[in-house]
């Protein structure tokens, strides 16, 4: 157990809609990551926060969007789903990226877009 | 852009046999850190090893090592004595500029009894 949470676990729904995923970072964990894991395209970086505040984004689509919350939890939200969207969608939390230590992934929340 | 590079989709080895994956990446940076994870069926992912760029002592831990050579940009993790239980797919990862790790394509490894 890396102590990092993720609800849900999995999430059916359909083309069009919206979905939230949440995360909880480890105690004391100030930065939280998201990644996406599809088949094709392997594990992408989709936006870091630190402590509130967005710190970096990678390939994160206009439809994604993300925000911590002031509690250190933070949540991505999917809207306009595609089936493309499917995927595992994978939160990862660290202390401080500055330091470069290893990152905690949670369980992950794997999305199917039917 | 960084980039990672697994050169090997898939390994098949005896247990308690020794396998070694291969990873080469990119970077301009000085200071950096390079990660192997294993993703096993349930598809957790696990920090197997770590090694910091300006370290150049080989990282070790326990069956796991790697073999750093820093000019080369390569980094390869050995398991030794391997089990069952190291069934499972490998990413090798760099974290440069303190933003995010860049994964490799992975490698699948089975272990067979």
């Known amino acids: 157990d890396s102590g990092v949470t993720q609800t849900p676990k999995h999430l059916i729904t359909a083309t069009g809609q919206r979905v939230t995923l949440r995360c909880s970072p480890r105690?004391?964990?100030?930065?939280v990551y998201w990644y996406q894991q599809s088949l094709d395209q392997g594990l992408q970086f989709l936006i870091q926060y630190y402590n509130g505040e967005e710190r970096a984004k990678g390939n994160i689509l206009e439809r994604f969007s993300a925000q911590q919350f002031p509690d250190l939890h933070s949540e991505l939200n999917l809207s306009s789903l595609e089936l493309g969207d499917s995927a595992l969608y994978f939160c990862?939390?660290?202390?401080?990226?500055?330091?470069?230590?290893?990152?905690?992934f949670g369980p992950g929340t794997r999305l199917t877009v039917l | 852009a960084q980039t990672v590079t697994q050169s090997q989709p898939e390994m098949s080895v005896q247990e308690a046999e020794t396998v070694t994956l291969s990873c080469t990446y990119d970077t301009s940076e000085n200071n950096y850190y390079l990660f192997w994870y294993k993703q096993p069926p349930s598809r957790q992912m696990i920090l197997v090893i770590r090694?910091?760029?300006?370290?150049?002592q080989n990282a070790t831990e326990n069956r796991f090592s790697v073999n750093f050579q820093k000019a080369a940009k390569s980094f390869s993790l050995k398991i030794s004595d391997s089990q069952l239980g190291d069934t499972a797919m490998y990413f090798c990862?760099?974290?440069?500029?303190?933003?995010?790790?860049?994964f490799g394509q992975g490698t699948r490894l089975t272990i067979n009894p």
């Open positions: 090694q910091e760029a300006y370290k150049q």
């Open positions: 990862a760099s974290f440069q500029g303190a933003q995010k790790l860049v």
């Open positions: 105690s004391g964990d100030l930065s």
């Open positions: 990862a939390s660290s202390v401080d990226p500055v330091i470069g230590g290893e990152q905690f």
